[in-house]
């Protein structure tokens, strides 16, 4: 794999360019860094000697950001697809021997290199459609020393490609076999020994827990929040994807960062994510594969401010999808968001969703240069096509990674 830091350098003066409205636009980049956004006209003279990137005449955006995804995993689910599709629903898959578990074989099987190799192509599918921030959970592992495994993957991905990578432990995803009926004492080893070893290795940047009647309940989630706030760690959710289970409220409780999936979402969980800050994400790949009926409730998360973002979830069982411009489309016409708020929901909102958004999700100056080239004539195409990628060019990092000069 050719080094990241090998990729030309996006410093100069990037032209001929048209912002969201369709307004035109330069930029200015030096050191890897967005230091003048502007009119083409008002570029100041400093500029005049600069290194000229012409981009003739795309639209640019910022980066994109995945804040939602289990990417580092063993093994394939396709079966489960057929399953499903003959009837079965998601508890009958996880007590057939399916679902989380059989990741978690196949997740502990495989070697580090194995698992990097695998999860580095999938990654560069999400990178080539303008991917500049993601979130990969841990989960599949369950144990000490293959959650570390799949947290280290997380950590050389983002070394090798040049991606800012958020690594999130989800230890508290489901109940390891050897722990079969004693979720009280599986959730004291995530508390005890898995989470505050992980951090300590500096491999942990946020703590997640699957609060649902097949996972774990209230009490086990706030013990994982209570250990995750004892060291310093942010903390997130799978909440209300299933049933409404009050995990958004507890949630946000703690300050989360996010909740995720809610289609379950109570008017009391919407209130408490809007007086926490808590973000909303939104995944409609898995509301697609599982062909869940129950909409998240889109009008009283718009009424009531909540900042909605949205991701792939990309997992082997319940969205194996590796196109975030898909997700835009989805979120578009299964949930009903305009193209502004799924533009702003795999941007600016998937940032915060992430702790990120002083470093990324807009254009603006003294931040790392993260943005994105875009073939198209207005903002609306990134949702309207499917199947598509009209990338012209993505700077990551303050580099060229894809398009012009790569």
């Known amino acids: 794999m050719t080094p990241f830091a090998s990729r030309p350098s996006a410093d100069g003066l990037w032209t001929d ?181 992980l951090a300590a290795e500096g491999l942990v940047d946020a703590v997640d827990v699957f609060c649902e009647r097949i996972a774990f309940s209230l009490e086990e989630t706030e013990h994982v929040f209570l250990s995750a706030q004892a060291l310093g760690l942010p903390v997130k959710l799978h909440a209300e994807q299933l049933s409404d289970m009050g995990g958004a409220a507890l949630a946000a409780r703690y300050g989360a960062l996010s909740c995720d999936h809610i289609e379950h979402l109570s008017q009391a969980g919407v209130d408490a994510m809007k007086a926490a800050g808590t973000v909303a994400v939104l995944l409609p790949g898995a509301y697609y594969t599982l062909r869940d009926t129950q909409l998240p409730p889109i009008a009283a998360l718009r009424e009531a401010g909540v900042p909605m973002a949205v991701s792939t979830d990309h997992n082997p069982g319940t969205s194996p999808a590796l196109s975030l411009l898909l997700m835009l489309n989805m979120a578009c016409t299964l949930f009903r968001l305009t193209v502004p708020e799924a533009l702003d929901g795999v941007t600016r909102h998937a940032a915060r969703a992430l702790g990120l958004q002083g470093t990324h999700g807009a254009l603006i100056v003294g931040q790392s240069a993260n943005f994105v080239l875009w073939d198209v004539r207005e903002a609306a195409e990134l949702a309207y096509w499917f199947g598509q990628r009209p990338v012209r060019a993505v700077v990551r990092q303050g580099r060229i990674a894809e398009g012009e000069g790569a």
């Open 17 to 197: 360019l048209r912002d969201i409205d369709g307004a035109p636009l330069a930029l200015a980049v030096a050191d890897g860094v967005l230091r003048w956004a502007g009119p083409p006209g008002a570029v100041p003279a400093g500029w005049a000697d600069a290194r000229v990137h012409d981009g003739g005449g795309a639209l640019v955006t910022p980066g994109l950001v995945d804040c939602h995804t289990h990417l580092v995993y063993g093994g394939r689910r396709a079966n489960e697809f057929a399953m499903r599709l003959a009837g079965a629903s998601y508890e009958e898959v996880a007590k057939a021997g399916g679902g989380i578990v059989a990741s978690v074989r196949a997740t502990r099987e495989a070697s580090e290199d194995e698992l990097f190799a695998s999860a580095s192509a999938r990654l560069a599918n999400l990178l080539a459609e303008g991917v500049c921030a993601i979130e990969i959970k841990s989960g599949y592992g369950l144990s000490l020393e293959h959650e570390r495994k799949q947290l280290r993957v997380a950590r050389r991905l983002a070394e090798a490609h040049g991606v800012t990578v958020r690594a999130t432990f989800l230890g508290a995803h489901a109940l390891p076999p050897e722990y079969a009926g004693r979720s009280g004492d599986y959730i004291d080893l995530v508390c005890r020994e898995m989470l505050p070893a």
